[in-house]
């Protein structure tokens, strides 16, 4: 009998703002939104929700319930966490 896979863990792959942008980026393009809110508190942890939550003004229980599977962030979290992140959402075509 085949052991079972090991737990991936994305955020030991995420070492610069790049990385970061980039991971997120590619959240962004599956277009769900609980995997968007997940890959937003996996960066969050990598920077420290009580860092996060003081620069946010945003409470760490509020962002680990919003930033996970099931959360559901409003728009104004989303750009709060974002900026403390060192990251900014934009915008491009959906035809390229």
């Given amino acids: 009998m085949a052991a079972p896979p090991l737990p991936f863990d994305p955020s030991e792959f995420i070492k610069t703002e790049e990385d970061a942008a980039f991971f997120l980026s590619e959240a962004f393009a599956t277009g769900d939104p609980s ?6 508190g996996v960066l969050g942890k990598l920077k ?3 860092a996060l939550a ?7 229980e509020s962002l680990y319930r ?5 959360g559901n962030p409003e ?10 992140l060192g990251l900014k959402l934009a915008a491009s075509p959906a035809r390229s």
């Fill in 75 to 84: 728009l104004a979290t989303l750009i709060k966490v974002a900026a403390a």
């Fill in 48 to 50: 420290g929700m009580t």
């Fill in 35 to 40: 995997f968007i809110a997940e890959a937003l």
């Fill in 54 to 60: 003081r620069e946010t003004g945003l409470s760490r």
């Fill in 66 to 70: 919003s930033l996970s599977r099931t």
